[in-house]
């Protein structure tokens, strides 16, 4: 692994200039920071002010937020600290700044999707995923940014700014949930939350280099996130590593009566199962999607590398094949425009959010929609509309449904042999802002290896394994991140295998050039006491 | 002459306490948004859940009609803009309704030939769409429209007919009958005019090009609506014009159908599973167990008062009104004979209260009063004509009616010696009249009886009375 | 695979989206490549294979017909873009139940927001 210490760095155009210093605090994992507050030795009052102080510096170039609820945070952390002093129950989270992306409802908060039809939209009431993270005691900083209606794997579709790559600032953070990977990446927030559809929580968190997780599909409530396509998506988290991670899962994972999607099994205790080791679980390497055109020949290296790591760690390195997982793109891309086409017809101008004067009704809404939405929203709604239209339904969406079965059948086969299966997150590292904007198939392959596990339902985690230097043009070393994928209902297993790869690699310790002028600064556990001292 | 072929599409509200898939309250003539959440408003990131009671109250129904309940159902999106319609679709149901393949029995004597099955094609559930005001109602507005979200979401069932009726009356008679059937199950209130059902009949000459006719909003709509559509098709044939395919709007005012706007294009639904709500498996277990709760049906009520010696429309008034039925069935289980209960029910009882406009619910009367009533008429404590003075109290008194007997003086008086005292007093006041009797002129024995009546203050026991009266007017000969 | 300017206009016209003639031309482009793209799943044999609606081994999701009320009136208004007495105001619709021609056709243009 290269040192990076001795890479150079390098920042977008205009973005030279001089910031202030992070308060290293903020780029501790939580589980570091979390005993600190229990402890009393720092406040939630200091650390929500160290973060939105970091916020204001830092996110005018980032663009990770959409929305900052300053007063709100700080009449949270305020009370929490009060509650601690007076010894109530404030939960494992209590005063810990946490991030939302934008598509989820928060009381009285505005939530945009990213989208213009939604500018001012305020939601009166709570999705249930922030009622669960406000009872654990966190205080929630604001909406990240994302790509519009999480439709997007760079970022760029939101209708209001771009997002960068902490990593590089010239390139995406990855999307849709971009703006929560570089939140947590930039030291803004411990954690955060980000939807998962096709990919949009593990494609970001490998181009940003940090742990995220799409759990099974049913383990998180849905109950107010805003929906692309119902039948894939879920709710899941970013985190410093894989601790931090599990804890974040295990605050928002339950039953939940007001989603009928929402899998009535308990939720294990994930952080316990991390101080288990795993055991030699069987890992299978999908050999055929390896050979899929599309994937870099150095991102498949690092991948092989870090298989050979798992095998030098005890695991069982197996051999399987997902012969119809290559058709996934073709099915996602089928299903998930067919479900967005009705999810947002919603949006029409007469309750809530943008409304555009016509020559009657029908007009009124023709022109609301073409104002509110953007370009590939509106691609993805009528590729989804004719998808379901007469007479091309049967052979479009019915089509992708059945294609939709044997890629399931593929895994549950795959997993009759092996206890997880590895994959690499994507083919490539981050790429450049506008690369991929104007070929909306190029954008939609940044997705390849993610989408039939979406379309399985089935639980996965990206988690980084290694950082390389640009194959093209000059630049700082990107991360690449592996997928480590369970049989419905195997979070446990996957954490614990991405926790026991973690600790071999001492990864999750770097941060981004970005957060301050030391290039590529390490933080050192053991060095952790000294920088305790000089707060 | 042609003969009419209807078919009727009725939708049914369902009388749940909280909405199809959210927990709003269904509250009628709530003010307007009130009874609203994140589901029925369609906010963004709302979910739906079914209501377990709009469910099992649809697999009733669907077993009602003799319906084949289907073991496995889903629910689909039917893709539509309009602005009653928040979330753009309607949770509907496509390929798999619930319930099919049934039929309704219209009762014998509602219609003079006929004892027919009206074939039931399905029986599906959907939610209800908001309340839209247009400015034409409020003239201040013109051009503007209003939106009440309370009723968006409300369980819908629709029902639909098989084409098998040929008269407007028999549509009349199959509306009524259903309504019946949801009265009993206690699943809808069945009001047409509140909207509770709404129906929409398909109508055609001998089963040719047929016509839809929507916003039929009370049961002499649906007839005359029906007339007139089946007279203008019938003149459009004689001139020799097709019927066309449309549909068509009933103006009350007028009394006359309109065509609706005629589509550019056809409507292309895009139906699809709705992925926010899972299938439905409906095990034999579970139709049996909701088998076991239905109450007994209009049909099987009206053979049973039948058989009980009722009058074929007492049957069928009882049967069509659930409460009364109900009720009917109270005052004998403690006793009262059949005939009489029906009789006084139906008769006197509905007679004081058509009069002071109040239902029966609202009065302090029960089965076991009138019951007891029955009872003192019988043993002959009162007399029949005793009987309806005190029905008059009863209904507005919770006083037992022994006691009330008592202080209105009612008690009938069965003693011999006290009436052969009247009697004798009335003979010899009326010597004339006494006279002619025994001349042969019988009819003046009720002239007597009206005279005892009037000394007893009515209340002599009028089969002594007349058998005394009889004695006494032969003896004085 | 084969999508022409009418189909668009169709579909458009479903989708409730307004498209001037330039957008329509090019989203005709951009649906004929993605759809072409997709239809490699035709070469997939699924005669006998179930379609999949939901990846969850769940069935009959209800819940108790137990109400309580949702929003406030005033939540419920918050957002409208216009209101009156209570109620969702917007310009009436009743002619508009079967739209005749499709918006922004020939050379109306919409000017793009910035």
Known sequence: MPSLECLPSREAKGYQRKRKMINPLLMQPAHRVLPLLRAGEISSVELVRAALDWIAEADPDLGAFLYVAEARAMARAISIDKAR?????????????????????????????????????????????????????????????????????????????????????????????????????????YLSLGSDTGGSIRQPASFCGLPGMKPTYGRVSRYGLVAFASSLDQIGAFARNIPDLALAMQTISGHDSLDSTSLPEAVPDYLGALQREPGALRVGVAKDQLALEGLSPSVRQIFEEAIAKLAGLGFLLEEVTLPHASYGLPTYYLIAPAECSANLARFDGIRYGLREEGRDLFDQYCRTRRQGFGAEVRR???????????????????????????????????????????????????????????????????????????????????????????????????????????????????????????????????????????????????????????? | MPKPTIGLEVHVQLRTDSKMFCACPMEFGAEPNTRVCPVCLALPGSLPVLNRVALESTIALGLALHCHITPFSQFHRKNYFYPDLPKGYQISQYDLPLASDGYLTLPKESIAASFKKVGIIRVHMEEDTAKSIHGASLAHNVGYALLDFNRSGVPLLEVVSAPDLESPEEASAYLVELRA??????????????????????????RGTRAEVKNLNSFRAVRKALEYEFQRQCERVERGEAVLLETRHWDEAKGVTIPGRSKEEAEDYRYFPEPDLLPLEIDVRWVEQVHRSLPELPE?????????????????????????????????????????????????????????????????????????????IQQGVISSKGGKALLEVMLTSDRPPAELVEALGLAQVSDPVQIRLWVQEAIAANPKQSEQYRQGKEALLAFFAGQVMKKSFGNANPELLDRILKEELQATA | MIVTLEDVRHIARLARLAFDEEELLAMRGEMEALLSHFSRIDTLDTSLVPPTTSVLPLANVLREDTPHLGLSHEDALQNAPEQEGGFFRIRTFLEDAFPRVPALQGSERIPAKT
């Open chain 2, 181 to 206: 059937i949801l009265r009993t199950l206690g699943i809808s209130s069945g009001n047409m005019e509140e909207g509770a059902l709404r129906c929409d009949v398909n109508i055609s000459l001998d």
């Open chain 2, 300 to 376: 099987g009520r009206r053979e049973r008062l039948a058989s009980l010696g009722l009058h074929p429309s007492e049957a069928i008034t009882l049967a069509h009104n659930p409460e009364l039925a109900c009720f009917f069935d109270g005052a004998l289980e403690v006793g009262a004979p059949p005939k009489e209960t029906a009789n006084w029910l139906l008769g006197e009882v509905q007679r004081i209260l058509h009069a002071g406009g109040k239902s029966l619910e609202e009065t302090p009367l029960t089965p076991v009063r009138l019951a007891e009533l029955l009872r003192l």
């Open chain 1, 85 to 189: 002093h007076q010894g109530e129950e404030v939960g494992p989270l209590a005063g810990l700044p946490v991030a939302l992306k934008d598509n989820m409802c928060q009381r009285d908060t505005p939530t945009t999707c990213g989208s213009r039809i939604l500018e001012g939209f305020r939601s009166p009431y709570d999705a249930t995923v922030v009622r669960k993270l406000e009872e654990a005691g966190a205080v929630i900083l604001g909406k990240c940014n994302m790509d519009e209606f999480a439709m997007g794997s760079s970022t760029e579709n939101s209708a209001f700014q771009q997002t960068r790559n902490p990593w590089d600032l010239e390139r995406v953070p990855g999307g849709s949930s971009g703006g929560s990977a570089a939140a947590v990446t930039a030291g803004e927030v």
């Open chain 1, 380 to 535: 993805r709604i009528m590729v989804g509309t004719y998808a379901l239209s007469a007479g091309y339904r049967e052979a479009f969406y019915l089509k992708a449904q059945k294609v939709r079965t044997l890629i399931r059948q593929d895994f549950t086969e795959a997993f009759k042999r092996v206890d997880l299966i590895a994959l690499p997150t994507t083919p490539t590292v981050a790429f450049r802002f506008g690369e991929r904007t104007e070929d909306p198939l190029s954008m939609y392959m940044a997705d390849l290896f993610t989408i039939p596990i979406s379309l399985a339902g089935l639980p996965a985690l990206s988690l980084p394994i290694d950082w390389i230097p640009p194959e093209e043009g000059e630049g700082p070393p990107m991360p690449v991140g592996m997928q480590l994928v369970g049989p419905a209902m195997a979070e446990t297993r996957v954490l614990q295998a991405a926790y026991c790869y973690e600790k071999s690699s001492g990864l999750h310790d770097l941060i981004p050039s970005f957060v301050n002028d030391r290039k590529g600064l390490r933080f050192d556990p053991q060095q952790c006491s000294q920088i305790w001292g000089q707060i």
